[in-house]
């Protein structure tokens, strides 16, 4: 976890220190960072020895459900977490952690307050201008709910597992293992390919009616109509409430107040930059540029740096981490370069090549933005307040419709919804809530009520199930074109694959397959470069044909179905792979497999460890964590 959530984020101020020669930094430091204590906790489990820390695992639940929630929405919930089993792998991996410390332990792997505050120190999202900042930590210490002692306990814990797992395991996988997945995954093959349609398989006769009375039977699953459900629904939505709001100018005046930055476009600049850490070095910089020499040789003879190292890019005032910078840049004119700027980090000089003027858009050019977001606002404010009246209604007793009489709701019926959301025409139904409503609908009993139920977009839903139409055999009778046609389909199908099962037996017997595609009257094509990896350069070939090209020698031929027919492939070129001739791709692999023998490393060592010293889990306890619904939703109670 700490890796991952420890991670260096690019900006314009790294930018800037890329460039520093000599720079000289105070030292900030941490706060008390070994005098706090971690508070004791009941056994959630125990690993030998060692207990298991309950606000560990809470806290590490609550931040993995903040991450998930912009991929499953702002009411993703504890539940649904313990669904996707996030809970119980947060539980096994702290457990496989307390396993580790307890054998650095054991092993007498000791880490120094000094390295743990050198390794706080040196992480690049806690510095600012090369150096520790202390309010970057504690930003991130509270958006990650930690405290600091808490992470200072992880970051030890992290470096002495960290020491163990480094006497068991390589970061370097054997040369031959990544030669020879290099040479299987980068070889090359070409084939010859055609066609055989289902639609040029004409000769097909009139199935009887006792052919017909029996492919309706043994393909019931085809001609048989789906559950339906009759549904009346209640459905409360933000921006319904919206439209019926009215919104006074002076509302809209003080949020356009409020809200003007929003509004404003600072001006930008493109930017480039040299830093030396001598004034007579940057001096001599300047005067180049004065003689019209270009910025870019000037910086790489003078201050040493690329093209890539001397371009900020689009920068605006709020960009640059000084005053003094600041005023420099932003005073130059485009294509102008700047004296010799003095910061805490040495000597700049700054060239200008274009401006992008800022602004602030009128109150009359955001005023219906501004009416709507209020109104939204105000809509969802009265959303949670409805939604409880209409909770407490139903609660009381009174019937779907009453309650939307009381309330002013519509009541919208729908005849026939089947899983899909569609209906008995097979089409899909537009009108239909959001969220879980299918789900709900599904597994609600007829003549009951569904529980309050949010839409996922500031909306919520109650439903009745009026009725249930059982999934039924459609009559013969009905359907007869429907079947005729559907038995056809399949005997064309059979027949396709009749003819490219004789097409690969000729090929693979010595024909070549340009002879069998003139015969046929088919056209014959040349894949491209095909690999192993799925989906890349498959050239429109169906994925079964291409792996099973990668199974054939030069010159056989294999078939699979394609659409609708099938698709004969004969094997025309081989080109392996050369490793030695391409160092970037063989060093992604061998990455690849160095950190996937670590990680069975990791499980092996794990496992052994659990054995070694015994884990006993507290279901329970586990279960008791999250009664109160940790980041849970903020639907209204239901209250009956």
Same mark, same amino acid.
């Given at each position: 976890?700490?890796?991952?959530?420890?991670?260096?984020?690019?900006?314009?101020? &790294?930018?800037?220190?890329?460039?520093?020669?000599?720079?000289?930094?105070?030292?900030?430091?941490?706060?008390?960072?070994?005098?706090?204590?971690?508070?004791?906790?009941?056994?959630?489990?125990?690993?030998?020895?060692?207990?298991?820390?309950?606000?560990?695992?809470?806290?590490?639940?609550?931040?993995?459900?903040?991450?998930?929630?912009?991929?499953?929405?702002?009411?993703?919930?504890? +539940?649904?977490?313990?669904?996707?089993?996030?809970?119980?792998?947060?539980?096994?991996?702290?457990?496989?952690?307390?396993?580790?410390?307890?054998?650095?332990?054991?092993?007498?792997?000791?880490?120094?307050?000094?390295?743990?505050?050198?390794?706080?120190?040196?992480?690049?999202?806690?510095?600012?201008?090369?150096?520790?900042?202390?309010?970057?930590?504690?930003?991130?210490?509270?958006?990650?709910?930690?405290?600091?002692?808490?992470?200072? *306990?992880?970051?030890?814990?992290?470096?002495?597992?960290?020491?163990?797992?480094?006497?068991?395991?390589?970061?370097?996988?054997?040369?031959?293992?990544?030669?020879?997945? $290099?040479?299987?995954?980068?070889?090359?093959?070409? *084939?010859?390919?055609?066609? /055989?349609?289902?639609?040029?398989?004409?000769?097909?006769?009139?199935?009887?009616?006792?052919?017909?009375?029996? $492919?309706?039977?043994?393909?019931?699953?085809?001609?048989?109509?789906?559950?339906?459900?009759?549904?009346?629904? /209640?459905?409360?939505?933000?921006?319904?409430?919206?439209?019926?709001?009215?919104?006074?100018?002076?509302?809209?005046?003080?949020?356009?107040?409020?809200?003007?930055?929003?509004?404003?476009?600072?001006?930008?600049?493109?930017?480039?930059?040299?830093?030396?850490?001598?004034? !007579?070095?940057?001096?001599?910089?300047?005067?180049?540029?004065?003689?019209?020499?270009?910025?870019?040789?000037?910086?790489?003879?003078?201050?040493?740096?690329?093209?890539? !190292?001397?371009?900020?890019?689009?920068?605006?005032?709020?960009?640059?981490?000084?005053?003094?910078?600041? +005023?420099?840049?932003?005073?130059?004119?485009?294509?102008?370069?700047?004296?010799?700027?003095?910061?805490?980090?040495?000597?700049?000089?700054?060239?200008?090549?274009?401006?992008?003027?800022?602004?602030?858009?009128?109150?009359?050019?955001?005023?219906?933005?501004?009416?709507?977001?209020? %109104?939204?606002?105000? !809509?969802?404010?009265?959303?949670?307040?409805?939604?409880?009246?209409?909770?407490?209604?139903?609660?009381?007793?009174?019937?779907?419709?009453?309650?939307?009489?009381?309330?002013?709701?519509? &009541? &919208?019926?729908?005849?026939?919804?089947?899983?899909?959301?569609?209906?008995?025409?097979?089409?899909?139904?537009?009108?239909?809530?959001?969220?879980?409503?299918?789900?709900?609908?599904?597994?609600?009993?007829?003549?009951?009520?569904?529980?309050?139920?949010?839409?996922?977009?500031?909306? $919520?839903?109650?439903?009745?199930?009026?009725?249930?139409?059982?999934?039924?055999?459609?009559?013969?009778?009905?359907?007869?074109?429907? /079947?005729?046609?559907?038995?056809?389909?399949?005997?064309?199908?059979?027949?396709?694959?009749?003819?490219?099962?004789?097409?690969?037996?000729?090929?693979?017997?010595?024909?070549?397959?340009?002879?069998?595609?003139?015969?046929?009257?088919?056209?014959?094509? =040349?894949?491209?470069?095909?690999?192993?990896?799925?989906?890349?350069?498959?050239?429109?070939?169906?994925?079964?044909? /291409?792996?099973?090209?990668?199974?054939?020698?030069?010159?056989?031929?294999?078939?699979?179905?394609?659409?609708?027919?099938?698709?004969?492939?004969?094997?025309?070129? &081989? =080109?392996?792979?050369?490793?030695?001739?391409?160092?970037?791709?063989?060093?992604?692999?061998?990455?690849?497999?160095?950190?996937?023998?670590?990680?069975?490393?990791?499980?092996?060592?794990?496992?052994?460890?659990?054995?070694? $010293?015994?884990?006993?889990?507290?279901?329970? %306890?586990?279960? #008791?964590?999250?009664?109160?619904?940790?980041?849970?939703?903020?639907?209204?109670?239901? #209250?009956?």
């Amino acid at each position: 976890m700490l890796t991952a959530i420890r991670t260096h984020t690019k900006s314009l101020v &790294v930018k800037i220190l890329a460039g520093l020669l000599v720079v000289s930094f105070a030292v900030w430091g941490i706060e008390d960072m070994f005098t706090l204590a971690t508070s004791s906790a009941s056994p959630i489990f125990e690993v030998g020895s060692l207990e298991g820390d309950e606000d560990v695992i809470r806290d590490e639940v609550r931040r993995q459900i903040r991450r998930l929630r912009p991929m499953f929405g702002n009411q993703f919930t504890v +539940d649904q977490a313990k669904a996707l089993g996030i809970v119980e792998s947060v539980v096994q991996r702290q457990i496989d952690d307390t396993a580790l410390r307890l054998a650095s332990q054991g092993m007498g792997i000791e880490i120094s307050d000094d390295l743990v505050s050198k390794e706080i120190r040196n992480t690049p999202g806690f510095q600012a201008f090369g150096s520790f900042d202390q309010a970057r930590f504690q930003r991130f210490l509270n958006e990650n709910l930690m405290t600091e002692a808490r992470y200072i *306990a992880a970051i030890r814990g992290e470096l002495s597992n960290n020491q163990l797992l480094d006497s068991f395991t390589s970061k370097t996988a054997p040369k031959m293992l990544v030669d020879s997945v $290099y040479r299987h995954r980068q070889e090359k093959r070409i *084939a010859e390919t055609i066609v /055989v349609s289902d639609s040029t398989q004409q000769k097909i006769s009139e199935p009887d009616q006792p052919t017909l009375i029996g $492919y309706h039977k043994d393909k019931a699953s085809l001609f048989t109509a789906p559950e339906y459900r009759a549904l009346s629904v /209640v459905r409360l939505d933000a921006a319904d409430l919206a439209g019926e709001i009215l919104v006074a100018d002076n509302e809209v005046k003080e949020a356009y107040e409020a809200r003007v930055d929003e509004f404003t476009t600072p001006e930008t600049r493109n930017v480039k930059q040299m830093i030396v850490a001598e004034e !007579a070095d940057a001096k001599r910089a300047s005067e180049a540029l004065s003689q019209g020499r270009d910025f870019a040789a000037v910086a790489m003879e003078i201050a040493k740096m690329d093209a890539t !190292a001397i371009d900020l890019g689009r920068v605006g005032r709020a960009d640059m981490p000084f005053p003094e910078l600041t +005023d420099a840049v932003f005073a130059l004119k485009s294509g102008e370069s700047s004296a010799p700027q003095k910061s805490p980090l040495g000597w700049h000089v700054f060239s200008v090549n274009g401006i992008q003027l800022g602004g602030t858009k009128t109150f009359d050019g955001v005023k219906d933005r501004l009416t709507k977001d209020i %109104a939204m606002e105000k !809509a969802i404010d009265s959303l949670f307040e409805l939604a409880n009246k209409l909770e407490d209604s139903l609660g009381g007793g009174a019937t779907l419709e009453e309650t939307a009489s009381q309330l002013n709701l519509k &009541v &919208v019926k729908f005849d026939a919804v089947d899983r899909s959301g569609k209906g008995k025409d097979s089409k899909p139904i537009s009108n239909l809530p959001g969220g879980d409503f299918i789900g709900i609908a599904f597994s609600t009993e007829e003549g009951a009520e569904s529980p309050l139920s949010e839409t996922g977009n500031d909306g $919520y839903f109650v439903l009745r199930v009026d009725g249930i139409t059982a999934p039924v055999l459609k009559p013969l009778d009905t359907i007869k074109a429907e /079947v005729i046609q559907a038995w056809k389909d399949e005997k064309r199908a059979e027949k396709s694959k009749q003819a490219a099962t004789a097409i690969v037996a000729r090929v693979n017997s010595g024909t070549l397959l340009n002879a069998i595609a003139s015969e046929m009257g088919l056209e014959i094509m =040349t894949s491209p470069a095909l690999t192993r990896q799925p989906g890349k350069n498959s050239g429109g070939l169906p994925q079964p044909l /291409v792996d099973k090209i990668f199974s054939l020698s030069k010159g056989e031929a294999a078939m699979a179905r394609s659409g609708s027919g099938y698709a004969v492939g004969r094997l025309k070129e &081989v =080109t392996t792979a050369v490793p030695a001739a391409d160092k970037e791709g063989l060093d992604k692999i061998s990455d690849q497999l160095g950190l996937a023998l670590q990680e069975d490393i990791f499980t092996q060592l794990a496992g052994g460890l659990r054995d070694r $010293y015994g884990v006993t889990v507290n279901r329970q %306890a586990i279960d #008791g964590l999250f009664l109160s619904g940790v980041g849970g939703s903020r639907r209204p109670g239901r #209250g009956r």
